[in-house]
């Protein structure tokens, strides 16, 4: 089973034959017609949510110091996930055998937990592991009894809330040195998709790695450059 979305199939909400375009041909397009792809930093909750550098990702999972906080911390790079989703995974949605700290080929993210889409639906999500992600869950000892959720709060039957996570990543993104460069618990989901576009990544694939709806909405995802236009540009 690959990624996919359950319940509805990915349509092209009016982008015929984007099917056949390289991805890096409808940001140009887009940036053409004054779509804007380009935002501002976030700043006090406002605005887009930075781009994370490898040095970025490196010097914040440093001070995540906390096995947990880790791996929340990658998963969430790793499947471009929202973290309110991650923070409500299960046991069984990750391992499929927690005794042995054997993951699954793939994560589920259940319906129940995701963001709705425009028309108010929620989706399962299923995304394959990476290998270097597969490598991390090996050496997690995920929780095996009192709680259900690999995330859980210090109450046990409940899964940590999104406050706590965002706080502690908070607290690492200012121990790092990055505080004020508008990196929050969304950059990780921005940043995925922004490399898998400068990757020359097929918009139909990235739309079906993160589950957008409307590549209107991905498209505002990815961060364009004026360089990389001009470069664009200049190899027609």
């Known amino acids: 089973m690959g990624i996919l979305e359950t319940g509805e199939q990915v349509t092209d909400c009016g982008f015929q034959g984007l099917t056949f375009l390289s991805l890096k041909a409808f940001l140009i397009v887009s940036h053409l017609y004054s779509v804007k792809l380009r935002v501002m930093v976030k700043i006090d909750g406002h605005g887009q949510a930075a781009i994370l550098s490898a040095g970025d990702t490196a010097k914040i999972r440093k001070q995540l110091t906390n096995d947990s906080h880790r791996l929340f911390f990658d998963i969430a790079r790793y499947t ?13 949605d990750v391992y499929a055998d927690p005794v042995l700290c054997i993951p699954h080929s793939e994560i589920t993210f259940r319906a129940s937990t995701r963001k709705a889409d425009p028309n108010g639906k929620r989706h399962t999500r299923q995304v394959p592991v990476h290998p270097d992600l597969r490598e991390l869950l090996l050496i997690y000892s995920p929780p095996i009894e009192g709680s259900r959720y690999l995330f859980p709060s210090p109450a046990a039957e409940k899964p940590i809330s999104f406050s706590a996570a965002d706080k502690w990543f908070r607290a690492a993104i200012r121990e790092a040195g990055l505080e004020g460069m508008g990196i929050s618990t969304h950059s990780t989901r921005r940043t995925l998709i922004t490399r898998l576009a400068n990757n020359g990544t097929a918009i139909r694939v990235i739309q079906a790695v993160t589950g957008h709806k409307d590549l209107k909405a991905l498209a505002r995802y990815i961060e364009v450059t004026p360089d990389q236009v001009s470069a664009a540009l200049g190899a027609l």
């Open 80 to 92: 471009g996930e929202r973290w309110g989703a991650i923070a409500q995974l299960q046991v069984g």
